[in-house]
């Protein structure tokens, strides 16, 4: 039939990547069946951008079909396969910081995203730079990291002032917290774009799971030599 | 005749402010002009954003005509009255604070702007936050002035960081240095108004003299507890 | 645990001011669990941007424990400790103007933020410029204040002819009512930054606790020389 | 051959009107080519927005072709007919108002074009409402126009200001100077568009022709009951 | 108190216009205090912008206050005084002109203010461009009115069009009708703005009173040669 | 050497179109070397985009070069190789129509594209809708092309206008002439994708060229059933 | 009555098109008697653009009305008469490709339009650009249609690759799925219109109807030499 | 004094970079100061966005200096140290990919800002995604590198292609090539954020040395275990 979802299922040869399902424009419908599918594969699902109604009604559907258990995870706005694999810190570990409390959806979607894939990592919340000191006492905390990734809303500073302090990769995450100048995202876009500190990249507005997967890219490139990455 | 030029000259008298000349849409014809009425009536003349040429131009024009003396400061992009009046300490002093130095030419109008109504004032540059130390090294330098004034383009953090560390009156000027996303003063000017830290305000993009004009309206209302101000 | 909200209660000591809650974002348990703590620790707390059903169940969250008594203010959309400190008219008076009725909010916002750091102010509301006459009347009553803070929707004139008639320092507050071009607020914006009249600065759309806090920075540097503030 | 320009010839007993001829993007041998028909047949010249060097070489290609004689309004940046039709004051008259000597060419640009149609204007030039008390001195003069034509760059507030204290039909030409958020004249524009004051019409930045034309069809339609105008 | 609504009501002896209430972000308790207080004085009341919720609120508190009667217009989404003083031809008549059925709403407010002023009008709906022989088959109908108000979605050509065809004064209205990148009205805005048909004026989108407005000035200024009008 | 440009040779095989070099930011080296190399394999040039300056830069290069002789099209701003193709008038006609004669230089780069390709075509030119019995004069002769491409910058309404009319394919193509709201193409650009005409697609502002190869895919697809189209 | 919805019942006759009623802004009550009169005068229907639950209100007043009997279609969220002419695949086939299922909604409104027309169509889905081979497994399919229309959201790259890649007409749809700069659509917009494969032209965001129209006129002009189409 | 430029010479120590000099808006005396100053300390000199003109004024300045040699690369528009560190193979490798032949100049300045840091790059020029399969021809070469920066103008969908096909880390750099809705390099920007490819990370546009220390941020962290990098 013409309109039946066609999964990537090659992705993890690919690029070592689980195919993450956006589940904002999904029905419940469609996500349950999706998951079967990927289930039915041997594959672990991740369905980001799930508000608590539907991930009820997706949870309910899936309920009776003695498919692998599935969770929700109320922070991340994430459904996900129950049982995720351990983290494997061989494989580097990646900070996520944010400015504020608000921010913390997107920061919790980048770590289940790396929690799929065997990546372990942290998060350091409400490090805004309008207390400098907040930053400045974690920074040796943060040295640490192998990849960071800096969530941030409002004028977006911080993945900024974090560039001029340490030398690792750094993935800037826009998040669509502020009203006026700053709703929507788009004043922490272009000040993370537009940004003085050198070598800082940027993702999407709000994509937590794509900063993931720029973290993960990187830290399987250091282990391979960047050629013929294997997956997780 | 109908098209001459009106000017305001009871600003002074309403608000303690000379009223200064746009230069930008104004021929060297239009700004010797104006010049000569103002010092016929015994008043400063301040006309900004002058190119090189246009001064030139407006000098040669008013050099036969026995006015008191004009002077053109190629930084600031101004043409003054060539003797302006000696700073006040009494008055209170400005600190202009900018992140690069691509930036000088909005800071020195600032600067020209209060040495006009004898407030004295400071130019730290170069402080951007890509290199945090450079700023928090003049941190203490920065504590004893009664207002500040900062210019950043880019991504504008510098004002962010600087009103989450000081407690004076902050004022951000966007500068239209930059590209990309940057270009303009855009980006900086978003930055500066989704500010996460509190109490920072905000000018029109490259707009120097407006800042010194606010940081003006400070000091005298502090002198006269804000109610009729006599002007400089 | 990683996800605690890290509130920044240094910064009293370092700007002399309260930390708002930016309650937009925030959910009831999250808003509950701040204020709790900020008592706790002898702060005064202030959530902004806090719609009625939230207030609703964050008071109910907080009735049975033991704290602080707490009040909603349904025309600033704001929760805040129930009893603020006496107003000292020795710190100087800030006058909030707004052009409609429409602009309580943002209004009543910035009045309740000078008010938890014991600045006395007073509103003048519906005097916009389509009606000339009814500003002119206020004049010498707005011609008292050590501060003025305008909020203006629409195409945001207001602050523009008020400082055009006087020397005070204001601030300029956009707000979000209007439709068409106006819708957002981002019209009443460029408009104020845009304005031909001198010192005029401005704040983020709607944002009436950031004019409050710029007005508090003025006020405590009239007081103190600009060197050392040490908060209300 | 069917590139040649395709003249409206029947306009003027159409609507009433001149076709003006937008010299933005045709070259001199265009115009002094346009401008030839138009006189080959009895009608006037008007092309706008014609820089000086452009002028300059279609005044000379036409100067030797014998045709009806050709000037150049440096102000306005047009060329026109030499010998304009006499004003008729009993068709109305028109008063054109600025903010700022920068609008100059735009007023001059609608006053030219009320002139091909034999409406006598005037200039009221640099009454801003930074300096609120230059408008209200000359309100009484503003009281007798038929029809008002307010020029303003910058924020654009004048039109509202106008349109709050006069009732007569009030047409706003945002222009644009000004710089930053206001340059190219959108924040002009966008004010006049999001006016508190009711019944304030406007058009396109510049669009100097496009105001006089309004004012022309007002003025068209009080004489003529709006039903069967002729033309001047 | 400070925060009472204060009236404009010198606007009709001013400008010969009815204040209207702007009611989108009005309660139902400020709408039914406003419009008693108008009826308390003896003006007509006009809200406009109200859904049909909140309209039943402020039409059920107004009921038992003894106060004139007061009617909802569904199509107009406008609160006014149930009995409107009747049209006079005398003053000239408007025809209100839309491009598609969703329009409605706008040219009805359009209509309901005209009304308020003793101001008659008629609507010609569904003569969008698309289908241009509707348009052309009612032309000589709309030769008749002495101003013309043409509301448009989508592209917002059918003003162009008109404005092309008949000589007499045209007000646009975009409407905030539309998908993509017509969503909010903001193509239409900027096709009447960039309109190659001459002397066509535009309001703001979704504003029918405002178009209403701009007819009542034209048509008193035909009346009273623009000199002192009385209002009607 | 890596920083070759590496000609796309295959795409008449594969689209049966030649490919266009773009001229905007390639040097008159590039444009000389580029045009040798496809002389040399036997393909036609056209180079779209080039000014004057560049173009006499780039012959004057190509003239000791024994290549094949190249021609500037100073209307269309084009290189192109001096002797094409005979038109095939079984392949179809196109009719280019545009609004003004400013549209002059984007009609004709599509008139050369097509002639190219062997396809013929005839402007109509200066037809915009301000006048609109200029265009409804012309309609027979628009019913008889295969293909419309509908050139307009300023509101762009003439593609809308046409499309309502007339049942065949129609491409329009905003043009970058006006100013205001309008520069840039802009409100050209949204008024046809927002078009209340079903069907009418559109291609990028200025995109003459790209119009001109979405009609040689229609004229083919007729020609050959869609399937395997094999080039000019 | 004035306010009555003329429909354009000629568009068939000139366009060879049903006039396709647009739902979003209209009332169930609208929808019915418009379905009503379209039915009473033996044409088909189609709505667009209507929800669940509006169409559920519609058919509910339709059913008693004896009318021809009418389906919702809750993929496509269109009404339409329930009985639809056969395809007669000598008009040409379309194919309908997509980069992902939530684009389903928008391709499956292109097939519904089309097949009012009686052309037949196919979806290929789930074929977008970020797993490429999905795409190239199914070049030979997609080289049999006559025409395509390619809907992709987010960046919106899906129809350049195929632009690169196939001859036939090839029309874009933007579709509004996504979030932070692709919210709306308005990237995939930008991303079509400024493709760098040749030919491409585009409709509006979430066009589907519009797609289909475009394709509609391609077909009809193969088949009739593009003068004289008699509709389906 | 206060103007001097004030170099961040602890960054290579912090960073492991060097502080490259933003060109664009400093004349030749400035560049020629900061040059001398880094020769005079042993740092590597690399000036940005030069250009030609610029570039002559600097060198000239700087011949009598006896500094270190400098060399101007044209095609890079940078001045930098003539004599550049070997490349160390040890340290990775980064392929700089673009879509077309107008996109050199921002690829020549990645690499020659990974050389200054001994990164070994290679350029691929003119793969764009219009002609697919000379992309693909090249993937065997492109899996071999460790880092890759794919810069496109356009539509910008290079590096949404790639990052489906490859797993290395991929940075994409949007171009301000192209006009109409691409102009300035928006399109692709926005294009490559909204990216459907996961774990794309972005830069400004044009912003090639930026990529380049993203670049290097990422080789370094492979080497060092993300802790503690020393520069190179």
Known sequence: MTSDHQLDLGRRGRLGM??????????????????STLHGQGELALATRVNAEKAAATLSQLEGSGSVEVRYDAQAYCLHTAVLPAPDPALGTVTIVS??????????????????????????????????????????????????????GMEGALPTV????????????????????????????????????????????DNGYGAAMAALRILNSGLNSGAGVEGP
Chains 1, 2, 3, 4, 5, 6, 7, 8 share one sequence.
């Open 99 to 152: 400015g504020g409390s608000s921010d913390l959806c997107v920061a919790r979607e980048a770590q289940l995203a790396l929690q799929c894939h065997r990546i372990s990592s942290e998060l350091v919340l409400d490090v805004g730079v309008a207390g400098l000191h907040r930053l400045l006492d974690r920074l040796e905390q943060l040295r640490g990291a192998s990849v960071l990734i800096a969530c941030a």
């Open 162 to 205: 974090l560039a001029g302090l340490l030398p690792q990769p750094i993935i800037g995450v826009p998040v669509s917290v502020g009203y006026g100048v700053s709703a929507g995202g788009q004043a922490a876009l272009s000040g993370m774009l537009a940004s003085c500190a050198p070598g800082l990249s940027v993702v999407n507005i």
């Open 18 to 35: 689980v195919e993450a399902i956006w589940g904002e424009h999904k029905s419940a419908d469609q996500l349950a069946r999706i998951i």
